[in-house]
């Protein structure tokens, strides 16, 4: 394992340990030895997830006149995600170690060296057997007999209590095979060999109704944007809202990841904060403005025009999404990158992953991407309820066309259509056929006469954010550690959360200088009331004013404020009722009043 890697770990190991020192994340179910791939959130990371939840809800909803919000049920018809799609393609390619059962992602495994070793089977004194062939890959550099008793614990573990003792279990008709060089066919855990790839669907079924049958299957949400799709029209046809238009949700989703990783950014429990953006297609933006205003570069995103069309959309969602995460102090840790068209979903025009720096690695923050009108169509098809629109101004500059114009417009879409169906029997490995052909010419026909009348289903711009994901980067952000030395030479290791001061747990913490003298714990305690009305504070009085400020340095908060003999005027009157205000980041420590301590503080943590 190289330098950097070993670091990276360590890194890791100590985030992970003050996360759980100091009350950000623990392991669920820690006393009953934990559930894998979910995380419970202490104290402070509550209050993190909270703020960050906040943020983004006030920045997509509050801020903006355009984006509406909606909170829609875990629990949906299971129809939904069959409609979605979910049901039938929601899946990884999973293969399976033939020595533990242990799954693992095809995509997931590391090449590795080694020799294969062979084995008709196992036996123990017990009387137990294993009768079926085991395959292993001895790693490079890795010696027999630590080999043996790594398989021989691991068939122990599988095996149960039947196998008896792991040092008694006799491995049967060793055999050495093929030396391998880069070999993505063992187990990266337990080097057993690994089966087949086979699909394995994400989805966690439940049961939702009386008989516990397939009747009665249901599914924990895997997303939380199907539920808006699900709501468009009653949200439209409540709120009064014009296309372009947005509808934000945050909530719990779930995934039965087989390799949940990494501490919590890949988790079989996980909220999201997604908005869909729901915009007219192109050929309606261009009979209304004449021109579609299409992305080059330097184009000006600051504020959307009538004709823009999708591609203006989608750059415009990704700056205000680069704008947010450099608002959380997560500017100058984000990278991009464009799905190609081999990356794209089917239904995808083009879709930006906003990767983020963590110790393990760069990896995906959040996806934007130009869905189409994948989403509401297959829903109107599937329930048979419509999802058009009806837009007058459509309508009037429809009618202001040409005969010559519509049949141009109709020949474009018929050609787009075409070359739509040659791709897909491309991707398919087969000729398209004149039925092909005739369907596509019968839907662009409906697609354009629907349009000429005015209606149409909304594209969308889709930004899908993850808030767990959110939270680790923000944390492993602000992480660092000094070396400080004291007067007597010693040296100490110094962690400091330099967590941004908006989704800081904690914004103030309060002290009075010494606990025994009164008139200081009680106009600290007065301060603090002033201060815990608007801002969660914390008040400490217990340990040198050092110490306390090392406890809040690591838990990241941002500002202390500490109540000394100043404050009660004992160094002259000019200094009472002053405050010391300390800033986490700078060390500097400036006197203020106490009647101005609020207007100071809460435009630096709002």
Known sequence: MSTDAKNAI???????????????????????????????YGPLGAELKRNLRNVWWNTMTREREDVLGLDASILMNPAIWKASGHVDTFADLMR???????????????????VVMNYSGAKSPTGWKLARPISVLMKKGEHIESLRKRVRTLIASNAGEAAGKVEEIELLDEAKGDTLERTIDFHPETGGALGDARPFNL????????????????????ETAQAIFAQFKNVYDSSRMKVPFGIGQIGKAFRNEVTPKNFTFRSREFEQMELEFFIKPDEAVEIISGKVDT?????DLSEP???????????????????????????????YYWQTPEDLAHYARACVDILCEFPFGTEELEGIAARGDFDLSAHQTASTKSQEIFDEELKTAAAKLTAEQKDALRARKQEEGRNTVKKKAEKERREPTADDFAAMEKSMNYFCDRLFAGNY??????????????????????????EKVDEKGKKEIITVLRLHPRVAPIKVGVFPLLKNKPELVAKAREVYALLKKHMNCFYDETASIGRRYARQDEAGTPFGVTIDFETCGEKGPELADTVTLRHRDSGEQERVKITDLLGKLLPLVS
């Open 305 to 335: 025009k009538p004709n823009w069309g999708w591609q203006m959309w989608h750059r415009y969602w990704v700056d205000q999404r680069t704008k947010f995460y450099e608002g959380i102090g997560l500017g100058d840790v984000l990278e």
């Open 457 to 482: 289903v909304p594209h969308v711009i889709e930004p899908s954010a993850g808030l767990d994901r959110m939270a680790l980067a923000v944390i492993a952000k602000a992480f660092s550690e000094t």
């Open 295 to 299: 992305w080059s570069e330097g184009a």
């Open 10 to 40: 360590a890194q890791m190991e100590k985030i992970v340990s003050l996360c759980k020192r100091r009350g950000f994340i623990f392991q669920s179910s820690e006393i009953y030895g934990g559930c894998g791939g979910v995380w419970d």
């Open 96 to 114: 399976e170690c033939s020595l533990t059962n242990k799954r693992v992602r095809a995509d997931h495994v590391e090449p590795q060296d080694g």
């Open 203 to 222: 989805m966690l079924k439940t049961y939702l109704g009386p008989t516990a049958t397939e009747a009665d299957v249901t599914y924990l949400r895997p």
